[in-house]
């Protein structure tokens, strides 16, 4: 397994998978790997030649007062465990390698980018639509392997692949959970025990929404009032968002004659998690 931290020598290893005929799949992440990176990492296996991983917990989608200091890193484990799974390449630049001192040039997809997450955390899709954009211009891959977990950002970042016609397909693999249902997130090893368990509301709330579509709601209000409900049994979250929107633009939708996406987004003590269910 080749492990890079340079735009040059991952531009030249790419361009040797290139040369001998091989598809890419690029699975982006900012490291510390749990098993909803390593379904990500399968997924490319089952549908590329080579599949190259980065590591870069990204600077410009955090806030002045968000936890980049805190987000767990652990590239030594991270590498271990991609020479394990099969990985042919690893980059793991530095913030100085992707940001040069001087670069001041953004990639912001106007609209999308207010919503969600990015109107409790203001620039956080810039600074995702950025990194992503480099990377696909360092790695050209044929495709590009992202979780369902991440919606909003799934959503924005196929604006952007639309919009600046990079030439990559976005394949968006299913969430995976622990046993008791909790998404997988870097962020959860950053959970006291009691958050760990509060947090188990997240994903009860999505169980109970879906109970209540096979039953037959359509009307988001009722949805969202089953959601809020539920989420108010742990009055130690904090809720940032709960919404029924479209899974392409963001917006709210009334009811689910074309299908909808429930986001939630809540904080445990300091550590923000998202889940989402699409009904």
């Known amino acids: 397994m080749l492990v890079l931290k340079t735009i040059a020598e991952t531009r030249s290893?790419?361009?040797?998978?290139?040369?001998?005929?091989?598809?890419?799949?690029?699975?982006?992440?900012?490291?510390?790997?749990?098993?909803g990176h390593l379904s990500l990492v399968r997924a490319a296996q089952a549908s590329c030649d080579a599949v190259a991983v980065s590591i870069f917990v990204n600077p410009t989608q955090f806030g002045p007062h968000e936890d980049f200091a805190a987000y767990p890193r652990s590239l030594e484990e991270d590498r271990r465990i991609l020479d394990a799974a099969g990985v042919d390449l690893v980059f793991a630049p530095s913030s100085e390698e992707m940001y040069p001192e001087g670069a001041g040039t953004f990639v912001e997809v106007a609209g999308l980018s207010d919503r969600l997450d990015g109107a409790s955390r203001p620039g956080h899709f810039r600074g995702v639509a950025t990194v992503v954009a480099k990377l696909f211009h360092i790695f050209s891959p044929e495709r590009a392997f992202f979780g369902q977990k991440d919606a909003a950002q799934v959503a924005v970042l196929r604006k952007m692949v639309r919009d600046?016609?990079?030439?990559?397909?976005?394949?968006?693999c299913p969430t995976v959970r622990e046993p008791d249902g909790l998404?997988?997130?870097?962020?959860?090893?950053?959970?006291?025990?009691?958050?760990r368990r509060q947090a188990l509301v997240l994903s009860r709330t999505l169980l109970g929404?879906?109970?209540?579509?096979?039953?037959?709601?359509?009307?988001?209000?009722?949805?969202?009032?089953?959601?809020?409900?539920?989420?108010?049994?742990?009055?130690?979250?904090?809720?940032d968002y709960c919404r029924v929107v479209d899974p392409a633009?963001?917006?709210?939708?009334?009811?689910?004659?074309?299908?909808?996406?429930?986001?939630?987004?809540?904080?445990?003590?300091?550590?923000?998690?998202?889940d989402n269910l699409l009904v």
Not at 18 to 25: D, E, I, P, Q
Not at 211 to 222: A, D, F, H, L, M
């Open 13 to 35: 290893a790419c361009a040797r998978f290139r040369a001998a005929g091989k598809t890419l799949g690029l699975v982006p992440t900012m490291g510390s790997l749990h098993e």
């Open 164 to 172: 600046l016609q990079f030439p990559v397909q976005m394949e968006v």
């Open 183 to 195: 998404a997988l997130s870097s962020r959860n090893r950053n959970l006291s025990g009691e958050e």
């Open 209 to 239: 929404v879906q109970r209540q579509v096979q039953g037959g709601e359509r009307e988001s209000g009722k949805l969202l009032a089953t959601a809020m409900q539920i989420l108010e049994e742990e009055p130690a979250v904090k809720v």
């Open 249 to 274: 633009t963001l917006e709210d939708v009334r009811d689910l004659g074309h299908g909808a996406l429930v986001a939630v987004a809540a904080y445990l003590g300091a550590t923000r998690l998202i």
